[in-house]
Structures are given as C-alpha cells and as structure tokens.
C-alpha cells in the first residue's frame, strides 16, 4: 500500500455558469476540508488569463488559507520566477513562513502561466521568455536572498517545479527538493527522475534527493462516476491537443456530449492510463504503483472535477480506503 505523505495540488477551476467569486471561495471550504482528512499539503498554481482557471496570485491564497486552519502546509505549486522580481518572491514567502511557522512552502515554476503572449509580456514588463541562465539567475536568487536580506526564522521550503530533464538538472544543482509535474508530462518523468538523482548536489535546503510526485486522480464510487467526473478535463485536454487555448471548464453533462475525435480519445487514453482514475481500490493501487515506480517520498493529488463536494469526496475517497487497509 501507500507509505507516503499524501498531498493535493489546488488547480482552481472556475466552471461554466458561476463566476470566479465562488471559486475564490471554494479554495477556503477545500483548505480546510484537506486539513480535515488528514492531507499533508495544499498547493497552489498561478494562472493568468484563463477562461477555465482563477487569476488568483498563489501568495494570496497561501496566506488566506494558512490563515484559515492550524496544521497543514500551504504554499505555491508554483509562483513563475520570471513574473516576479525574486527579492519580492523571497520578502512574501519568508514573511508568510515566519507568521506561519513550519508550514509554508515555496514551489518554484518556469512557465509563463498563460497561453496568451500579450498577457505573458505585460507580467514581464514587456519582456519576452526568459532564458535557460536567466531562469537559473532567477532561482539562485530567491534562495539568496530568503537566507541574506529576508533571514527570517523558520525560512519557507523551497521546492523547484520540473516536467523535462531540463528542470531536474536545475534542481540537482541547487540541491532543492523537485516537485515532477506528472500530471502534465507523464512521458517525461522516468528520465527527469534519473537526471536529478544522478547529478544532485546536496545543500543546506536539502541533504539528499527528495522527489514528490503530482499525479491526476479522480476517485469515485464507481469506475463509470469517476470517468463522468472526470469528463471536463479531457474537454480541455483535446483543445490544448488541437493547439487551441483554454476552453471554459465544462459541466459533466457537456463534456459526455463533447465529439471528440477517435485521435483524441486515443490520446486521452494513454494519458489516463498513466494517472490514477476510477474507484477507491483501482486509484490506490495505481498510486503505490507510480509511488514505487518512481521511489517518490510524497504523493501530489491533483483532482479537476467540476463540483467542489465531489471534489473533496475523491480525496476523502482516497484516504479511507488506505487507512482501511491492513498494515503490511
């Protein structure tokens, strides 16, 4: 069975027919609800002008839901470096984790978090996307400056974000913790994974390799619920297939009608054949898989379903049916 922290990765999704309002504050009642069963951390990603994702800045949210529970950690899953000026990013998140202490994390991401170029330039003052050696210069000065100019105690857990080997080798070489976005680029994890544990470095944020693993999981009573749940994803999964931009996220109902090509559903396929979906036992069965497939010290749930309630219901899912699992 599974021995490892279990986490969840807070997308925000803003659905068809409500406004973004609800959705802001559905990430309280989803916090809490997390705290509730028992999940280790909640992260948060940034987004910038998305019919189907909340433009809601992570250090925001991290600070609203610290605030709104005890025990659990919050934090970005991830911040973009090159959007934000990274003496800013240090001053955020060494005060949040000062104020909250031991329970702030700091997850590092490259992306524009956008698709559309006018909106990327205008985060980045009109400039364009960064480099390799910037993204790098970026990263090594947020941890430089967490520990020289904000020197706050306790300090956030930096993490560095990866889907490619590109990421894993940054993170090997600054010794951080890498957070696989498995959810994304199933296809490039194995080699992500031996490139960061062949080249790491260790360093004061982290003696030895530590890798948690973000998987898609969508958990239901039954293997035909989990699929209808999971329906508004793979909406927006065939547009970004097609090159399109992001869709609204969907009803269930709107995305069983949905015509998808038999190239799509192909595509769908192989891609949920490497996530965790159906019921209680098929998704914890693939999540021990992936975890001792890839030695992964933490689990990363990240659940894209359209309605809050059965949203929270999967992760509640998930962990009855490990804890109702005898200890080997």
Same mark, same amino acid.
């Given at each position: ?8 990765? #807070? ?79 240090? #001053? ?160 269930? #109902? ?75």
């Amino acid at each position: 069975m599974i021995d490892v922290p279990l986490s969840a990765l #807070e997308v925000a999704m803003v659905q068809t027919g409500t406004r973004a309002e609800k959705t802001l504050r559905d990430t309280t009642a989803f916090a809490q609800a997390m705290e509730r069963l028992g999940y280790h951390r909640v992260w948060y990603a940034e987004h910038h002008h998305s019919p189907a994702i909340g433009a809601f800045p992570p250090v925001v949210l991290t600070a609203h839901s610290a605030a709104s529970t005890s025990t659990i950690r919050f934090g970005s899953g991830g911040v973009l470096a090159p959007n934000h000026a990274p003496l800013a990013l240090a #001053e955020q998140f060494g005060t949040l984790a000062a104020l909250h202490q031991g329970r702030i994390d700091l997850g590092i991401g490259r992306g524009p978090g956008t698709f559309d170029e006018t909106t990327a330039r205008a985060l980045r003052r009109g400039a364009g996307p960064t480099t390799d050696a910037e993204y790098h210069d970026d990263v090594a000065a947020i941890l430089s400056y967490l520990v020289d100019e904000v020197a706050l105690d306790p300090l956030p857990e930096p993490w560095l974000l990866a889907s490619s080997t590109a990421g894993a080798a940054l993170a090997a070489s600054l010794g951080l913790p890498i957070a696989l976005a498995h959810h994304i680029r199933p296809d490039n994890t194995r080699a992500a994974l031996e490139r960061y544990r062949a080249d790491f470095v260790p360093s004061r944020w982290c003696e030895r390799p530590r890798v948690l693993l973000c998987v898609e999981t969508v958990c239901a009573e039954t293997e035909e619920e989990a699929a209808w749940r999971g329906g508004p994803m793979n909406v927006i999964k065939a547009g970004l297939l097609k090159g399109l931009s992001e869709t609204p996220f969907p009803t269930p #109902e709107d995305a069983a009608a949905h015509p998808f090509t038999a190239e799509e559903r192909q595509a769908l396929a192989a891609f949920r054949a490497q996530q965790a979906v159906g019921t209680p036992e098929t998704v914890v069965t693939r999540l021990a898989e992936l975890a001792g497939a890839t030695g992964a010290d933490e689990l990363m749930l990240t659940t894209p379903v359209y309605d809050l309630d059965d949203r929270i219901r999967s992760y509640e899912l998930v962990r009855k049916h490990i804890e109702a699992a005898p200890a080997p």
